[in-house]
Structures are given as structure tokens and as C-alpha cells.
């Protein structure tokens, strides 16, 4: 047998190889492409073979990541790159801070610039784009991540930028309205950890950033918070992201959202519940409301979802429930917030360590699911039905119980299992398929 075994592995091997040796180029460099970015160097791809050596050396595009935490590699990128448009990275982990005189010759290319990011003193990110000014015309991506020092935000020489995410930074507010003012084609706004001081008690005069599509506050005082949903005006279909650290929510009142917020975004009706490590998300999407809103509440533990949500939210709204990575959390917590939104849930999604968790409480907490009478869909990710495993035979057999759990409710409109990234074979397959229709992604 074991020749044989052998014999046939290597024969499935060297069909792989030739496969993916017979591709046409143009596919190639597309999966090249896949494979580079600021940590994975088209060097490595080069060492293969001398057919792929040839590509990457003969695809400009490949060479376009600059990452100057390493000078020597960085050049050699750029040499490489010929014409070809450039994306950027700059950290800086050193606490001295570094010499820009240095970098001439990568500033010196600064029109060709489409994507920068830079986690630098913030001394040296001011004297930077202070210094580049005019240049970055082309620019389209601009990250920043600082340490909580003052940026004076003047974006007005990029006027083709499409994604600006700030981090860890403070921001005066007449300057940051003008900079937002001065990006008309702006699609994704990322603020984390932002202080805006305000130089008037005057509220602004309303932004439409048309071509908005994600705007994303994170970790931010209410304060500035209801600054921005005070002025920023969310296009339709546009998308909400609110992040919450725990200590911000106060144990009887939570001040989750400023009222400018929760103004901004009324009537707010949660669809989707997302149990996430040591973090809640809430998301609210509704047909005929302004946007879509996803709230995120770090959070040890869920417990009662209606002490930690903010004033206007209803539970009741819920058809999704996510629950994903609670290896952290207790089984039991987990069914308890089960318990409050599965008669609303038309959806069910678990991952494969919530399963787990499900699974160490099966006996008490899958009664639950009887009251799950609207549930039409559960969606497994990443879990194992291989029955060639001890962990896959449990998995099927739990699952099958789960679905007659479900069915013994009155009224139950369980109609389907969704595989998404699973492992199984036909065995698990045949016998899931036994109790339901399985869709397998």
C-alpha cells in the first residue's frame, strides 16, 4: 500500500505543478500580484523557478510596493518599478527621530505617488508633507498613525484623494472641515482615536461628500464624535462604523452615541448582532433610513444587550445574529444572549470555536433553539464535518440535533444549512444533507 500511496501523491503533485506551470502569463502575474505587498517581496517569487524569474522581473507593477523600513530593498523596488505608480510605507519604529534629507531619493518621486502611509514622529509626518506639498497631487490613499500629536490636516494638494484614515492624532476643527472641503472625490473616511478641538462653540456648516461610501469613528470622546455626525452628511447606501471602548458606556446609562448621532441616524432599528472576541457589534440597516450604522462595543462579556445599547435601539429589529471567535467567552453567556434575540433571528451564523462553545452546553442551552420559530437559514464557517475525525462526527451529530431542536417549535421555518469554508467529506456531507438541503460555499 504504501508505494502505491506514495506513488499517487506524487503523481497528484506533478499534475499540480504542470497546471500551475502551464498557466498563461497574464493569470500569473495577477496571482503574483495577489501574493506582494509591504512584508512579501517579489524576491521570494523569483526563487521558484526560472520561467517566474523571468515575469517578476519583466512586470514593473510588481515592484511598486515601497517599504522603507528596509532602504537597500526599497531602492531595488524602485529601480524595478520604472514608471510605474507607487505605493508607500514608512514605519518608523526607532524613537530617534528620521532624517528626511536621507530620502531624497524616494521624495523626489513623490508625483508618482498614489498610496502613502507613514507611522512616524509627528514632528517628521508635519515636515514631510510640509516638504512634499504639491507633489501628492496623484495621491489617492493617505494613512497616518501618530502619537497623539497635533496635524495640521492640509490636504489641499490631493484633491484626487479617495481614502484618508487617521489614527491617534488631534485635530483642530476649522482645519479639518476646510482639508474635508478640499477632497471632493473622498470614498472612505477612517478616524480612530481623533481629539477635535473645536476653536468656537459655532456649529459647522453641513459636508456632503458625495462620493462617501464607509465613514469609520473609532474609539473617540462624545464630544468629537457628535462634532463630526454634526456636519458630516452621510450619502444614502453609505455605510456608518462606530467603535466603542467599554469604559466609555458608564453601568446604567450608556452614552454609546452623542445625541447628534443618534439624531442623524433616527428612526435606528438593529438587523444584525455580531458576537466577536471581547467585542459586540451591533448593525443597523433599514431600506428607507440614511444609512447603514455599525456599532462596536468592546465588551468582556455580552451579558444583557439592552443595558449596554444606546437609548433608541430595538432588539426586536434583529434578523441576523453572527457569532464568531468567543473562545474568550463563557458558553452559557453566549446562550443567554441567544436567548434574547432567537425568536427575532431569521439567520443564524456560528464559527467554528462558537460551535465549540455551543457544543460544551448543548444539553441545557440547545432548548433554546425551540423558540427560534422565524430561523430560516443557519450558516456554518470554518467548521469540520469530515467524519474521518472524531472532531467531525461530533460536529454532524450535533448539528442534526440542533436542526430537530429547532423543528420540535411550533411553527419552525429551518429550511437550509449553508457550508461556507468548511471541511467534509460525503459521508458528513450525505448525512447533513439527510435533515436539510445543504448549500455548500
Given at each position: ?38 512584508d ?6 523569483s526563487?521558484?523557478?526560472q ?25 531595488h523596488h ?7 505608480p ?9 524613537q530617534a ?30 515636515e514631510?508633507l ?26 489641499g ?13 488631534n ?42 461610501r ?7 470622546n ?39 448621532t ?21 448593525t ?25 445599547m ?85 460536529n ?17 421555518a429551518?429550511s ?26
Amino acid at each position: 500500500m504504501y508505494p502505491q500511496r506514495t506513488g499517487s501523491s506524487l503523481n497528484i503533485m506533478s499534475h499540480d505543478a504542470d497546471t500551475m506551470f502551464s498557466l498563461p502569463d497574464e493569470l500569473l502575474i495577477r496571482i503574483f500580484h495577489e501574493f506582494v505587498d509591504e512584508d512579501h517581496s517579489p524576491v521570494l517569487l523569483s526563487h521558484i523557478c526560472q520561467l517566474w524569474r523571468h515575469l517578476v522581473f519583466q512586470t514593473s507593477s510588481l515592484w511598486s510596493i515601497i517599504n522603507l523600513r528596509s532602504v537597500r530593498r526599497a531602492k531595488h523596488h524602485l529601480a524595478l518599478a520604472q514608471d510605474h505608480p507607487l505605493v508607500v510605507t514608512w514605519l518608523y519604529t526607532r524613537q530617534a527621530h528620521p532624517v528626511l534629507e536621507r530620502y531624497e531619493w524616494i521624495f523626489s518621486h513623490a508625483p508618482r505617488f498614489i498610496q502613502l502611509g507613514l507611522v512616524l514622529p509627528g514632528p517628521t509626518i508635519v515636515e514631510l508633507l510640509d516638504r512634499l506639498g504639491d507633489e501628492l497631487s496623484q495621491l489617492q490613499n493617505l494613512t497616518i498613525a501618530g502619537h497623539s500629536f497635533w496635524f495640521p490636516c492640509t490636504l489641499g494638494s490631493m484633491p484626487n484623494l479617495r481614502i484618508l484614515s487617521l489614527s491617534d492624532i488631534n485635530l483642530e476643527a476649522g482645519t479639518f472641515n476646510t482639508a474635508l472641503c478640499s477632497c471632493p472625490l473622498l470614498e472612505v473616511l477612517e478616524l480612530s482615536h481623533i481629539n477635535i478641538m473645536m476653536s468656537s462653540h459655532r456649529t459647522p456648516a453641513s459636508l456632503e461628500l458625495s462620493h462617501l461610501r464607509s465613514c469609520t469613528l473609532a474609539f473617540m470622546n462624545l464630544k468629537s464624535q457628535g462634532y463630526l455626525t454634526s456636519f458630516i452628511v452621510l450619502p444614502k447606501q453609505s455605510v456608518l462604523n462606530i467603535a466603542i471602548e467599554e469604559d466609555e458606556l458608564g453601568n446604567s446609562s450608556p452614552e454609546a452615541l452623542h445625541p447628534a448621532t443618534i439624531a442623524m441616524l433616527q428612526p435606528i432599528r438593529i438587523t444584525t448582532v455580531y458576537l466577536h472576541p471581547q467585542s459586540i457589534l451591533f448593525t443597523e440597516s433599514q431600506q428607507d433610513s440614511r444609512c447603514k450604522l455599525e456599532l462596536c462595543i468592546e465588551s468582556e462579556l455580552p451579558g444583557e444587550l439592552t443595558a449596554i445599547m444606546p437609548p433608541g435601539f430595538d432588539l426586536t429589529s434583529v434578523t441576523t445574529l453572527d457569532i464568531d471567535g468567543i473562545r474568550s467567552l463563557d458558553g452559557l453567556h453566549v446562550l443567554y444572549v441567544l436567548g434574547q434575540v432567537l425568536p427575532c433571528i431569521r439567520q443564524l451564523v456560528i464559527h467554528t470555536h462558537a460551535l465549540q462553545k455551543l457544543l460544551a452546553c448543548s444539553e441545557s442551552g440547545f432548548k433554546l433553539f425551540a423558540t427560534a420559530s422565524r430561523l430560516e437559514t443557519i450558516t456554518f464557517q470554518d467548521v469540520t464535518f469530515d467524519t474521518c475525525s472524531e472532531a467531525g462526527v461530533e460536529n454532524v451529530q450535533e448539528v442534526c440535533k440542533l436542526v430537530d431542536q429547532i423543528r420540535s417549535g411550533k411553527q419552525a421555518a429551518l429550511s437550509r444549512l449553508v457550508l461556507r469554508g468548511c471541511k467534509t467529506n460525503q459521508e458528513g456531507l450525505d448525512t447533513l444533507r439527510a435533515v436539510l438541503p445543504v448549500i455548500w460555499v
